[in-house]
C-alpha cells in the first residue's frame, strides 16, 4: 500500500505564503499524476493543481498564478507552493498519486486563511 502524508499547513494571515509537502512511500516518479486537492466545509473536494510524469503541470483557474506544484524525486516528495494566500484558500489540504488504475490519498493538512 502507497502511503503519503501531508504537513506544512497551518493559520497564516492574507497575502503571506506557505509551502506544504506531501511525502510518499515510494518514488514520485513511479505515478502517473500527483495532484492536490482541497475542500472546504460545506463544498465538494475540488482539483487545485496537478504534475504529470513529464512535469507537465495544469491548475484551477482560482489559483493560476499564485500556487505552484513541483516534487523532489530524491526526497520522495511534491510540494505546493501558496503565495498570496486569500481567506477562501481556506481548506483542507489533501494529497494525490494517480498510479492506474489505483489513487492514493493523504490525511490532509488544514490551511486557515485569517487576519
Known amino acids: 500500500q502507497v502511503q503519503l502524508v501531508e504537513s506544512g499547513g497551518g493559520l497564516v494571515q492574507p497575502g503571506e505564503s506557505l509551502r506544504l509537502s506531501c511525502a510518499a512511500s515510494?518514488?514520485?516518479?513511479?505515478?502517473?499524476?500527483m495532484a492536490w486537492y482541497r475542500q472546504a466545509p460545506g463544498k465538494q473536494r475540488e482539483l487545485v493543481a496537478v504534475?504529470?510524469?513529464?512535469?507537465?503541470?495544469d491548475y484551477a483557474d482560482s489559483v493560476k498564478g499564485r500556487f505552484t506544484i513541483s516534487g523532489d524525486n530524491a526526497k520522495n516528495t511534491v510540494y505546493l507552493q501558496m503565495n498570496s494566500l486569500k481567506p477562501e484558500d481556506t481548506a483542507v489540504y489533501y494529497c494525490?498519486?494517480?498510479?492506474?488504475?489505483?489513487?492514493?490519498w493523504g490525511p490532509g493538512t488544514q490551511v486557515t486563511v485569517s487576519s
Open positions: 515510494t518514488s514520485i516518479s513511479t505515478f502517473y499524476t
Open positions: 494525490r498519486a494517480q498510479w492506474a488504475p489505483q489513487s492514493f
Open positions: 504534475r504529470g510524469r513529464g512535469g507537465n503541470t
